[in-house]
């Protein structure tokens, strides 16, 4: 038996996960500017990539908690608390990070994250394998960000 998916609400879910990406950036201060003055590790990508990667990120970050909280109708308290603290600590890591300027702080912040996203798709794999899967490259995402920003802490 196939589940409805419903468009609109998927879309809704997607612009939602855009738009707090957005509003994250917007409230963390010139990410260009300030990464661009910074001496970074080796395999750094150029500036431009970030907000790249992030758009394809939050968009299969919002299609997998549509399919998680409305296809799969989970109200597990487990599923919405993971999903929460991930999006308050992704929040919270661009304030640190480029409008504080706490390198080593932003570091912390960015394991705790990574160790999040990381339980996040274990529990939405569990519940509906898709939903972990679209949540991989968050997770690799995360870890290749912890060595930039770990590498960036050491060497400025």
Known sequence: MREKISKTELLIWIVGAELFGAVSALIGGNFGG???????PPLAPPGW???????????????SAYLI??????????????????????????????????????AVTL???????????LDFYRKRKLAGIMNLLYLFWCMFACYLNIGIAVLN
């Open 111 to 121: 394991v705790a994250l990574t160790i999040v996203v990381g339980l996040m798709v």
């Open 69 to 106: 909280f409305r296809v799969s109708g989970s109200n597990d308290e487990t599923s919405i608390k993971l999903f929460a603290l991930q999006l308050i600590l992704n929040f919270g890591w661009s304030i640190i990070f480029f409008r504080l300027h706490f390198l080593w702080i932003a």
């Open 49 to 63: 990539l970030f907000p790249v990667m992030w758009a394809i990120i939050y968009g299969l970050l919002g299609a």
């Open 34 to 40: 300030f990464y661009d003055t910074l001496t970074s």
